[in-house]
């Protein structure tokens, strides 16, 4: 009977079920590990592209390149897909991998604690405990809706709702319709409300640079030519892929053409607005690329419409049903639709991690800001990685490739620990000197980049902390994650029946113990983008 009541155990427990988390459990299954749960607070896959279904919502990332490369799709309806075809293209993957036995949905993790005497997680969820020896973060960045504490809000009386929340059973047709925020969803939401709503009012706090998407239709030769000679499709993967990563050495290395980006973006609003002043309202002050810079083909165009105003000095006060912005402009609406971001920079996740010395994640982090060596595991929370973790975020390119480097370091993790562990378990911390020279490294490179000009952007936190972007090419960051350097870890193994219970430290097995960590962490900032070198490893 008391082996019923055992707590289950698991290898990997993943949470999340969008890209990162499905490719985790994907790039598992092919390491031959089984043994893993995937952690689902909602009903069904797709993370982000589950919540979201706002009028509008697609990817400003060519599909072609923001798909697995395990799992090629030719039949992309669109350059540019829609959220539907997303969130189908992950079910297919989910079941063409075998993965829907790993998932268990409709279950929300409330806690994470480590455990340093068995040297495992201990993962409290809504459906009940299980403990893990490794557990996976794969929340994404945008997976908790961020709304701004405005005064009188509460006294509102019309519908309230944040883009990631949409309330489909609400008919916007004929209505006052207000937008807070003109970032990455405002500017699909709006073209596509434009058409049906009575008045449109968009409260914009600071203009984007916007550049055209050229969206089109993928034909159905195209799809044909994909399905039957499946290298076609690899050579535009890998042409997009060179283009972006093109434009992100543009934006991290040769500021000084950032002025020809800022003028393809200025024709592209003269085009579709005529009027002087609505221009001015849109034009930014600030270098482009200081803030994500936006794809779109409508949105010029939509906010050029007679039935739409844009007021730009930002949503200040709510009285009743009249919106008042920060200079004093009045607006009456029916419903606001928030398109305030998320948290970024303070993931909700990190106050659910209880590390080694039973601080919190977001505690270790309060002083110096959200940081992890190479992206993916932090000092003090043994056997813990992120997916998309700190300063991974792009801003031209796919963060599928982001997601895919960091698989290849979880997955060699987990080699190195199957090594170590010599049937007893082990556990790898990394050492605070490792954590701290990449990062410090990591800030030097972007204090001189287009990313701290002076412009206020989800990559930086609340201090001004560029703390969410990732400096240079997916390429480069592949080439820092393409496997685990123990040097830069403490290995933690637990002793034998004699000693059950007891925790020891292991040995290093390369390098000087006491210079071993610094040297290596040295060598990884090296390797930072503007630091590339010839590994002789």
Same mark, same amino acid.
């Given at each position: 009977?008391?082996?019923?009541?055992?707590? =289950?155990?698991? *290898?990997?427990?993943?949470?999340?079920?969008?890209?990162?988390?499905?490719?985790?459990?994907?790039?598992?299954?092919?390491?031959?590990?089984?043994?893993?749960?995937?952690?689902?607070?909602?009903?069904?896959?797709?993370?982000?592209?589950?919540?979201?279904?706002?009028?509008?919502?697609?990817?400003?990332?060519?599909?072609?390149?923001?798909? $697995?490369?395990?799992?090629?799709?030719?039949?992309?309806?669109?350059?540019?897909?829609?959220?539907?075809?997303?969130?189908?293209?992950?079910?297919?993957?989910?079941?063409?991998?075998?993965?829907?036995?790993?998932?268990?949905?409709?279950?929300?993790?409330?806690?994470?604690?480590?455990?340093?005497?068995?040297?495992?997680?201990?993962?409290?969820?809504?459906?009940?405990?299980?403990?893990?020896?490794?557990?996976?973060?794969?929340?994404?960045?945008?997976?908790?809706?961020?709304?701004?504490?405005?005064?009188?809000?509460?006294?509102?009386?019309?519908?309230?709702?944040?883009?990631?929340?949409?309330?489909?059973?609400?008919?916007?047709?004929?209505?006052?319709? @207000?937008?807070?925020?003109?970032?990455? #969803?405002?500017?699909?939401?709006?073209?596509?409300?434009?058409?049906?709503?009575?008045?449109?009012?968009?409260?914009?706090?600071?203009?984007?640079?916007?550049?055209?998407?050229?969206?089109?239709?993928?034909?159905?030769? =195209?799809?044909?030519?994909?399905?039957? %000679?499946?290298?076609?499709?690899?050579?535009?993967?890998?042409?997009?892929?060179?283009?972006?990563?093109? =434009?992100?050495?543009? $934006?991290?290395?040769?500021?000084?053409?950032?002025?020809?980006?800022?003028?393809?973006?200025?024709?592209?609003?003269?085009?579709?607005?005529?009027?002087?002043?609505?221009?001015?309202?849109?034009?930014?002050?600030?270098?482009?690329?200081?803030? *994500?810079?936006?794809?779109?083909?409508?949105?010029?165009?939509?906010? /050029?419409?007679?039935?739409?105003?844009?007021?730009?000095?930002?949503?200040?006060?709510?009285?009743?049903?009249?919106?008042?912005? @920060?200079?004093?402009?009045?607006?009456?609406?029916?419903?606001?639709?928030?398109? #305030?971001? %998320?948290?970024? #920079?303070?993931?909700?996740?990190?106050?659910?991690?209880?590390?080694?010395?039973?601080?919190?994640?977001?505690?270790?982090?309060?002083?110096?800001?959200?940081?992890?060596? *190479?992206?993916?595991?932090?000092?003090? $929370?043994?056997?813990?990685?992120?997916?998309?973790?700190?300063?991974?975020?792009?801003?031209?390119?796919?963060?599928?490739?982001?997601?895919? /480097?960091?698989?290849?370091?979880?997955?060699?993790?987990?080699?190195?620990?199957?090594?170590?562990?010599?049937?007893?378990?082990?556990?790898?911390?990394?050492?605070?000197?490792?954590?701290?020279?990449?990062?410090?490294?990591?800030? =030097?490179?972007?204090?001189?980049?287009?990313?701290?000009?002076?412009?206020?952007?989800?990559?930086?936190?609340?201090?001004?902390?560029?703390?969410?972007?990732?400096?240079?090419?997916?390429?480069? %960051?592949?080439?820092?994650?393409?496997?685990?350097? +123990?040097?830069?870890?403490?290995?933690?193994?637990? /002793?034998?029946?004699? *000693?059950?219970?007891?925790?020891?430290?292991?040995?290093? +097995?390369?390098?000087?113990?006491?210079?071993? @960590?610094?040297?290596?962490? $040295?060598?990884?900032?090296?390797?930072?983008?503007?630091?590339?070198?010839?590994?002789?490893?």
């Amino acid at each position: 009977m008391a082996a019923e009541h055992e707590q =289950e155990h698991v *290898r990997v427990a993943v949470i999340g079920t969008g890209f990162g988390g499905l490719g985790a459990a994907v790039r598992l299954r092919r390491a031959g590990v089984t043994d893993f749960v995937l952690l689902e607070r909602r009903g069904a896959v797709g993370g982000t592209w589950h919540d979201n279904t706002y009028p509008g919502c697609a990817c400003d990332i060519p599909s072609h390149l923001y798909s $697995f490369s395990f799992a090629p799709n030719p039949e992309w309806p669109r350059s540019f897909s829609p959220q539907p075809d997303i969130r189908a293209y992950l079910e297919r993957v989910t079941d063409t991998f075998g993965l829907r036995q790993h998932i268990r949905f409709d279950t929300e993790v409330q806690q994470m604690t480590w455990d340093a005497e068995e040297l495992h997680w201990r993962v409290e969820t809504s459906r009940g405990a299980l403990t893990a020896d490794v557990v996976v973060s794969a929340t994404g960045p945008l997976s908790e809706p961020k709304l701004p504490d405005i005064p009188g809000l509460d006294s509102f009386e019309g519908k309230v709702f944040h883009s990631a929340t949409w309330d489909h059973d609400y008919d916007l047709r004929g209505k006052r319709v @207000a937008v807070v925020g003109t970032g990455a #969803s405002a500017i699909q939401i709006i073209p596509a409300i434009q058409p049906v709503v009575g008045e449109l009012t968009v409260f914009q706090r600071t203009p984007a640079w916007v550049v055209p998407r050229n969206d089109r239709r993928i034909t159905k030769a =195209e799809r044909k030519l994909h399905a039957r %000679f499946p290298a076609t499709q690899k050579l535009r993967r890998l042409a997009l892929w060179g283009v972006h990563e093109l =434009e992100t050495q543009v $934006f991290a290395k040769y500021p000084k053409l950032l002025p020809a980006v800022e003028k393809v973006s200025t024709l592209h609003m003269r085009r579709a607005v005529k009027d002087p002043e609505l221009r001015r309202k849109l034009t930014p002050d600030y270098r482009v690329g200081c803030k *994500r810079t936006l794809v779109s083909d409508d949105y010029y165009p939509a906010l /050029a419409k007679p039935n739409a105003h844009v007021i730009d000095s930002g949503l200040q006060e709510v009285r009743g049903n009249t919106l008042v912005s @920060a200079d004093g402009r009045e607006a009456e609406v029916d419903a606001i639709v928030f398109c #305030s971001g %998320f948290h970024v #920079s303070d993931m909700p996740v990190a106050d659910l991690v209880k590390g080694a010395d039973g601080e919190t994640l977001a505690e270790s982090w309060a002083e110096d800001g959200m940081n992890a060596l *190479r992206g993916t595991t932090t000092t003090g $929370f043994p056997n813990f990685l992120f997916v998309i973790g700190p300063n991974t975020g792009l801003g031209t390119s796919s963060m599928i490739l982001i997601i895919e /480097a960091q698989l290849n370091y979880l997955i060699d993790y987990l080699r190195k620990l199957d090594t170590l562990g010599g049937g007893d378990k082990a556990a790898l911390d990394v050492r605070p000197i490792a954590q701290h020279t990449y990062n410090a490294k990591l800030r =030097e490179r972007i204090s001189s980049s287009v990313w701290e000009t002076g412009c206020t952007s989800w990559y930086l936190d609340a201090q001004g902390r560029p703390v969410a972007v990732w400096p240079g090419t997916t390429a480069e %960051f592949r080439k820092i994650t393409r496997e685990v350097w +123990l040097e830069e870890y403490e290995v933690l193994r637990r /002793a034998g029946a004699g *000693r059950a219970g007891a925790r020891r430290k292991a040995p290093l +097995l390369a390098g000087n113990v006491s210079r071993g @960590a610094a040297t290596h962490a $040295f060598h990884a900032a090296e390797d930072m983008p503007g630091h590339a070198r010839e590994d002789a490893r």
